[in-house]
């Protein structure tokens, strides 16, 4: 019998994927042996060189508070003064495309969230993600060839459109498919179990 899959849809530039990244670690260690896991980048803001309006860099710099809060995560505040923010999260989920294509993309969505929510630097712009990279490892000129690529573009709008179809509000989200149906499968913030529990109980 096939394993059931369980879609992780997420965006690398999320700050809730970032505070839910501590429960998923653990989730994705217990779950490994039961079902395939699937990473989906879900594409939260499209390409823009636009400055990110004053207003809603207000609602996310309180929304990083409230997580922190909450989920006792860690971020680096020094991004608000020390880079440009833009409404531009497609260029990272490129990136996470390209890196999938070398087995690196849980390592190359890990560096992006480390480069932005820790280290103040700025993944909407095609210099981090070259930099990030070629720290693990990719040649640099291959790498943002691919960025710059219609190829790799339409990977991206083909996967938003999947996605889309999937039983899903926002990211994170998860969603097992199994014998043919997608079951949205709830999230815990903080605990793993809730969402193991709800997994398991279509006797995998």
Same mark, same amino acid.
């Given at each position: 019998? #096939?394993?059931?899959? !369980?879609?992780?849809v997420y965006? &690398?530039?999320? *700050?809730?994927c970032?505070?839910?990244r @501590?429960a998923?670690?653990? !989730?994705?260690?217990?779950?490994? @042996?039961?079902?395939? %896991?699937?990473y989906?980048?879900g594409g939260l803001a499209?390409d =823009?060189?636009?400055?990110? @309006?004053?207003?809603?860099? =207000? ?7 409230k %997580?922190?809060t909450h989920?006792?995560?860690?971020? #680096? $505040?020094d991004?608000w003064?020390?880079?440009? &923010?833009?409404?531009?999260t497609?260029p ?8 999938r294509q070398? #087995? ?6 890990l560096a992006?969230?480390q480069?932005?929510y820790l #280290?103040?630097?700025?993944?909407s712009n095609?210099?981090?993600?070259? *930099? ?7 040649d640099?000129?291959?790498f943002?060839q691919?960025?710059?690529?219609a ?5 991206l709008i083909d996967e938003?459109?999947f996605v889309s179809?999937?039983p %899903?509000?926002?990211? &994170?989200?998860?969603?097992? *498919?199994i014998n043919?149906?997608l079951?949205a %499968?709830?999230i815990?913030?903080? $605990? ?13």
């Amino acid at each position: 019998m #096939n394993k059931p899959t !369980l879609y992780y849809v997420y965006d &690398p530039m999320c *700050s809730w994927c970032w505070g839910y990244r @501590p429960a998923w670690q653990t !989730l994705q260690e217990q779950l490994q @042996p039961l079902v395939n %896991i699937q990473y989906k980048v879900g594409g939260l803001a499209p390409d =823009s060189n636009v400055p990110m @309006p004053t207003d809603m860099q =207000s609602f996310l710099q309180q929304t990083w508070h409230k %997580i922190a809060t909450h989920l006792g995560t860690e971020f #680096n $505040h020094d991004f608000w003064t020390s880079c440009q &923010p833009r409404r531009s999260t497609y260029p990272a989920c490129r990136a996470m495309l390209i890196a999938r294509q070398h #087995n690196l993309e849980q390592e190359m969505y890990l560096a992006v969230q480390q480069a932005y929510y820790l #280290n103040a630097k700025n993944p909407s712009n095609i210099d981090t993600l070259v *930099s990030i990279a070629a720290e693990l490892g990719l040649d640099e000129v291959m790498f943002e060839q691919k960025m710059l690529s219609a190829e790799v573009q339409q990977q991206l709008i083909d996967e938003i459109d999947f996605v889309s179809n999937m039983p %899903i509000r926002g990211f &994170p989200s998860l969603v097992l *498919s199994i014998n043919g149906e997608l079951k949205a %499968i709830p999230i815990d913030y903080q $605990h793993w179990l809730a969402s193991y529990e709800a997994v398991t109980a279509h006797n995998l």
